[in-house]
């Protein structure tokens, strides 16, 4: 919970400042991996960030390709996988033999995303399922970042 609060919290500030940001989510796992799907880290456009979507190894490049989707507002999914000699070669790993997908989107005051589902789960102590979708090609590719939400019952009556 506290990572979410220091994410909604920088968003908070930022965004009262007028400065765009990006928010990675980890959107998928094939096997081992440091984070589960819906891990978020926030990225500044200065290049400052909150929370985390690997155990440390991935964010630098994370906060790069972020800097980019800042600058584009095109939102991105990216693959991480050790197999990958690219990766491996760059210093870039998942650091346990699992691939990671990580979406970044462009989040701003205009075009909060998803932080304000983030607030309402911690103001009001409630769980929701989010579908984001991740992924498309073509004529379709405006759609990717789009959400639909489904809310849960209040966190105590789990």
């Known amino acids: ?94 650091g346990c033999g699992g691939v990671v997908h990580i979406l970044i989107q462009r989040v701003t005051a205009d075009a909060p995303g998803v932080i304000p589902l983030m607030a309402s789960v911690v103001r009001d102590r409630r769980t929701l399922n989010l579908a984001t979708i991740s992924r498309a090609s073509g004529a379709w590719m405006n759609l990717v970042g789009s959400m639909h939400v489904w809310h849960g019952l209040p966190a105590h009556e789990h």
């Open 1 to 94: 919970m506290r990572e979410l609060l220091d994410i909604v919290a920088a968003f908070d500030e930022l965004a009262g400042l007028g400065k765009p940001a990006a928010l990675a989510t980890v959107v998928g796992v094939e096997g081992s991996a440091y984070r589960s799907p819906g891990a978020r880290m926030l990225i500044s456009e200065d290049g400052r960030t909150w929370g985390g979507v690997s155990g440390g190894c991935l964010e630098r490049d994370v906060m790069q390709r972020a800097l980019g989707v800042i600058a584009s507002g095109i939102p991105m999914l990216h693959r991480y996988d050790t197999a990958d000699d690219e990766h491996l070669a760059t210093g870039v790993s998942t």
